[in-house]
């Protein structure tokens, strides 16, 4: 089992950037590098929807095409962390944003959540 925690968000204004982080641990010795990662959110009154992925394998990064171009993905595996630098935001990036762990970035079976850190993008 994995455990994921979101940690970056907050009140931002319409054109400014934040960086959210996704730390993961289990047992002793544990890393990421078997997992693809993913990054969801959700707005308010909306489905959950995916963001953005970055591959177990090669380090391919995928992105909504909302996003694109103003978002990148990361992770450092050696830190059991995976990050989001979002820039240019605008108030429709607001909601609450998760990480989650799947076997590859295209499959269905993202098992592990974590429990969000919300986006809330306002003048």
């Known amino acids: 089992q994995v455990q994921l925690v979101e940690s970056g968000g907050g009140l931002v204004q319409p054109g400014g950037s934040l960086t959210l982080s996704c730390t993961a641990s289990?047992?002793?010795?544990?890393?990421?590098?078997?997992?693809?990662l993913g990054w969801f959110r959700q707005a308010p009154g909306k489905e959950r929807e995916g963001v953005s992925c970055?591959?177990?394998?090669?380090?391919?990064?995928y992105y909504a095409d909302s996003v694109k171009g103003r978002f990148t993905i990361s992770r450092n595996n050696a830190k059991n962390t995976l990050y989001l630098q979002m820039n240019s935001l605008k108030p429709e990036d607001t909601g609450v944003y998760y990480c989650?762990?799947?076997?590859?970035?295209?499959?269905?079976?993202?098992?592990?959540w974590g429990r969000g850190t919300r986006v809330t993008v306002s003048s």
């Open positions: 289990a047992a002793s010795g544990f890393t990421l590098v078997n997992y693809a």
């Open positions: 970055i591959s177990n394998l090669d380090n391919m990064t």
């Open positions: 989650a762990t799947a076997p590859v970035c295209d499959s269905d079976d993202f098992t592990s």
